[in-house]
C-alpha cells in the first residue's frame, strides 16, 4: 500500500453485463434489497501483508471453505449507504467519510483490521462509477451500496481472524418500505434486548440484526412494521429500533433522542437530523427516556411526534406504539409537520434541491 493509504483498484469490466432492456425493465420499480448490479468490489487483508489485491470485477458467487471463520464466529461488519442522482444530473454521495469512519469503528469493536478512508471511499466511488446506469428512472429513487468484511480465514480456533475479504456491491432502491404506508407501528420488545452495555451495539455488525430478527419476527406477528428495543439492563429506557434511530418532538420545542452511551447505533441521519433541527430552531436533547414516559407523554399531548430514522428508510414517522400492555398512539396517528419538515430538509439537500451549507454532499460525476 502507498504511503497516502490509497491502494489501487484493478477494474475487471463484467463481459456479460445485464442487457440494456433488461437492466431498464428491472429499474423501473427496484423495490429494496432485490437487484444487483454489475460489478462487486474485493479486496484482501492478510495479517503481516495487509490490504491487497484489489479487484472491481463481475459480480459473482465467492467460493467459500466451510470452516471460514465468519460462518463459525460471525467477525463480520457491514455499511448501508446511498449514491443519489440529483436533480441537475450529477451523482452523489452523502457523507460517505461518515461511514468510512464508521466501518472503521466497527472494524475496531469486532478485532477486524481498519479499511483506510481513502480506499473505503475510492472504492464505493468506483463502484457507483462502473455501475452508473444503475440508478432507478422513478424519482427518490437510488442506488443503496453496502460495504462490508468478513473473517474469511480457514481456522475454527477461537480469537481474531488472520485474513479478511472486504466487498461493496451495490442494490438499485426504491422506497424501503411499502409504498403509501404514511406512519409505521412498532412492537416493544420485552421479552428480547438487542445490545447490553460492553456489547457490540454501537458497531454495525450482523451479529446485531441476528439478535434482533426473532423480536422482529415476533413484531411481525403482532402486525407491527418494526421492533423497538429497550435498554438491557432495566428494560425501561427506550433504544432503538432495529435498524434505525428514534426522536421524540415534544410541545415545549425540545427534539429528544436517545443518549449513545455505547447500546445504540451512532447513526449518520440522527446526526444529520440534530443538526437540522437546531437550526430549524428547536432544542436538541440527546436524554433517556422511558418507555412509560413516552406512554404519558403521548396520552397527555406533550408528545406531538415520534420518528424514526436510518439511510434505508431517510425518516418515518411512527403512528403507533404496540406492546404486551396495550397500544397508544401518537398525535394523530400519522407524519407530523415537524417530521414532514426535517425529512424534506434532508431529502433536499441528499438530493442537491437546497444548498448544502455542512460541505455533506459529495459530488461524484
Ligand atoms: C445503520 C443503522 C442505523 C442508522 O444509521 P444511518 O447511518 O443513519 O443509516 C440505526 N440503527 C442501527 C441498528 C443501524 O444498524
Not at 28 to 52: A, C, Q, S
Not at 189 to 206: E, I, L, M, V
Not at 339 to 364: N, P, S
Request: include cysteine.
Amino acid at each position: 500500500m502507498a504511503d497516502d493509504d490509497s491502494l489501487e483498484i484493478l477494474v475487471e469490466p463484467n463481459s456479460a453485463p445485464v442487457p440494456d432492456a433488461d437492466r431498464r425493465k428491472m429499474l423501473e420499480n427496484p423495490g429494496f434489497g432485490n437487484l444487483f448490479t454489475d460489478h462487486m468490489v474485493l479486496i484482501r487483508y492478510t495479517e503481516g501483508k495487509g490490504w491487497h489485491d484489489a479487484k472491481i470485477e463481475a459480480r459473482r458467487s465467492i467460493p467459500m471453505d466451510p470452516a471460514s471463520s465468519v460462518l463459525h464466529y460471525a467477525q463480520e461488519i457491514f455499511e448501508g449507504m446511498k449514491a443519489y442522482r440529483l436533480a441537475d444530473g450529477t451523482t452523489a454521495l452523502f457523507r460517505p467519510e461518515q461511514n468510512a469512519r464508521r466501518f472503521q469503528a466497527s472494524a475496531r469493536r469486532m478485532a477486524m483490521p481498519e479499511l483506510p478512508e481513502a480506499v473505503f471511499l475510492q472504492s464505493v466511488e468506483k463502484l457507483v462509477d462502473i455501475d452508473r446506469e444503475w440508478f432507478p428512472s422513478a424519482e427518490g429513487g437510488s442506488l443503496y451500496l453496502r460495504p462490508f468484511m468478513f473473517a474469511s480465514e480457514v481456522f475454527l480456533g477461537v480469537r481474531p481472524a488472520k485474513e479478511y475479504l472486504y466487498m461493496v456491491i451495490a442494490s438499485p432502491a426504491g422506497a424501503y418500505f411499502k409504498a403509501g404506508a404514511s406512519a409505521i407501528t412498532i412492537w416493544v420488545s420485552q421479552d428480547y434486548s438487542r445490545a447490553a452495555p460492553g456489547g457490540t451495539g454501537a458497531a454495525k455488525c450482523g451479529g446485531n440484526y441476528a439478535a434482533s430478527l426473532v423480536a422482529q419476527a415476533e413484531a411481525i406477528t403482532q402486525d407491527c412494521d418494526q421492533v423497538v428495543f429497550l435498554d438491557a439492563a432495566e428494560q425501561r429506557w427506550v433504544e432503538e429500533l432495529g435498524g434505525m434511530n428514534l426522536f421524540f418532538v415534544m410541545d415545549d420545542g425540545r427534539l429528544i433522542t436517545p443518549p449513545l452511551t455505547g447500546t445504540i447505533l451512532p447513526g449518520i441521519t440522527r446526526e444529520s437530523i440534530m443538526i437540522l433541527a437546531r437550526e430549524e430552531g428547536l432544542n436538541v436533547s440527546e436524554e433517556p427516556y422511558s418507555i412509560d414516559q413516552w406512554r404519558e407523554d403521548a396520552a397527555s399531548g406533550k408528545l406531538l411526534e415520534t420518528f424514526a430514522c436510518g439511510t434505508a428508510a431517510v425518516v418515518t414517522a411512527v403512528g403507533t406504539v404496540r406492546s404486551g400492555s396495550g397500544d397508544f398512539t401518537i398525535g394523530v396517528g400519522g407524519p407530523g409537520q415537524l417530521t414532514e419538515k426535517l425529512r424534506m430538509r434532508l431529502v433536499d439537500i441528499q438530493r442537491g434541491l437546497a444548498e448544502d451549507q455542512h460541505g455533506w454532499v459529495k459530488r461524484l460525476f
